[in-house]
């Protein structure tokens, strides 16, 4: 893995922004393993594998609830996919199914949360013939009362997308795929109007199933799969973008490349200041986890972390397993959740990993 420390006072200004200098010592790589193996834990498996599911997590008064929604079981088959929801209650010891979301499974959405409902946003549905169909939903869920209202038409409906919370008023979508093709549009939704508009369209390559979040008023995502003039009709597009959002425009720029390795399917997520990379893989692929190459793809374990005030890189600590195949982190009441997805062999997993973001910030290296 190559230093992502470019000078002493850099790092230094980077440990001070994350209020966290005192664990940002360089360390060994033995140093960094035993790290990283305290700051996850495990919690309570999920009650079936679920992967390519949308996870949010929300705090209330009466305590922090994880929710899965959507996604793929363990068969791998169009017809396993699900429109199953489940809350765990953190501190609980298991997960309790809630109400399922309305209309059919699909893969490839997005949970965001504002005000403490839960916008589960866009997906694609499968068709026993194999067909593909981008949806225009949008599900507003309400954990107090454990039921669904429906919003606003996506107006470009689409799935694999990027998604993220710009000041607590809006969820920004950005890129991704609509029925036959990836787009560059960004779409911004503003719960309050029940109402969406248009931004900047990203001035890169069109991509879906590429990684990122909102963090402050910046959107930064990485990668993800372009359609190329080839065999395979898909290639990964090794690229990172920020946007900075200003009256409801974005500025976007080029950040070249980013350290480690490509990113396929990560979760995206903010912790603290930063937005963060967990996992994914370097061989885009179908909902099955087989690459569009024809090879399996494998996950990464790797949890990469961009500030937007610093402008810098930075490696977190990683769950004990690679994991691919996910759409967003859950983050609330100072913890972060990684819900579901898929292990080596494209296994579908019930695997639960939580870390508080104190210490998850504190392992930077």
């Not at 790290?35 to 999920?46: D, E, S, T």
């Not at 993220?164 to 920004?172: C, N, R």
């Not at 290639?235 to 973008?241: E, L």
């Not at 979760?267 to 200041?273: L, S």
């Amino acid at each position: 893995m190559p230093s992502l420390i470019p000078t002493s006072l850099r790092f230094i200004a980077v440990c001070a922004l994350l209020a966290s200098s005192a664990a940002c010592a360089d360390t060994t790589g033995s140093e960094r393993e035993n790290r990283q193996g305290v700051v996850w834990r495990a919690g309570p498996a999920l009650p079936q594998p679920i992967t390519n599911n949308a996870v949010a997590a929300i705090e209330s008064d009466l305590g922090v609830a994880v929710f899965s929604f959507l996604g793929l079981d363990s068969t791998k088959v169009w017809d396993g996919i699900t429109n199953a929801a489940y809350r765990w209650d953190v501190g609980s010891d298991a997960w309790i199914t809630v109400a399922e979301v309305p209309g059919p499974g699909r893969l490839a959405s997005t949970a965001q949360v504002i005000d403490g409902l839960i916008y589960l946003i866009g997906g694609y549905t499968v068709a026993a013939d194999g067909q593909e169909r981008s949806v225009p939903d949008v599900n507003v869920y309400d954990p107090a009362s454990d039921s669904w209202s429906r919003g606003a038409n996506i107006p470009l409906p689409t799935d694999d997308a990027v998604a993220g919370v710009s000041g607590d008023t809006a969820v920004v979508l950005v890129s991704g795929w609509h029925d036959d093709g990836n787009v560059p549009d960004v779409q911004i939704y503003y719960p309050s109007t029940d109402r969406w508009t248009s931004s900047t369209p990203i001035p890169g390559t069109p991509v879906f199933g590429h990684t990122g979040a909102v963090a402050g008023n910046s959107v930064i995502y990485v990668d993800g799969a372009a359609v190329v003039d080839d065999d395979p009709r898909f290639a990964i597009d090794r690229s990172s973008w920020r946007g900075d959002l200003s009256a409801g425009a974005i500025e976007w720029r080029s950040l070249g490349d980013h350290p480690g390795p490509v990113l396929y399917r990560g979760a995206g997520g903010t912790v603290g200041t930063l937005a963060v990379f967990l996992g994914g893989s370097e061989n885009p692929y179908n909902y099955n986890g087989i690459g569009y190459d024809g090879n399996p793809s494998d996950p990464v374990r790797q949890v990469l972390a961009y500030s937007p005030a610093s402008g810098e890189w930075r490696h977190l600590a990683a769950p004990p397993l690679p994991s691919m195949d996910h759409r967003n982190l859950g983050v609330a009441g100072g913890n972060v959740f990684l819900v579901g997805g898929m292990h080596e062999g494209q296994e579908v997993t019930d695997n639960v990993w939580y870390a508080a973001a104190e210490a998850l910030l504190a392992s930077i290296f």
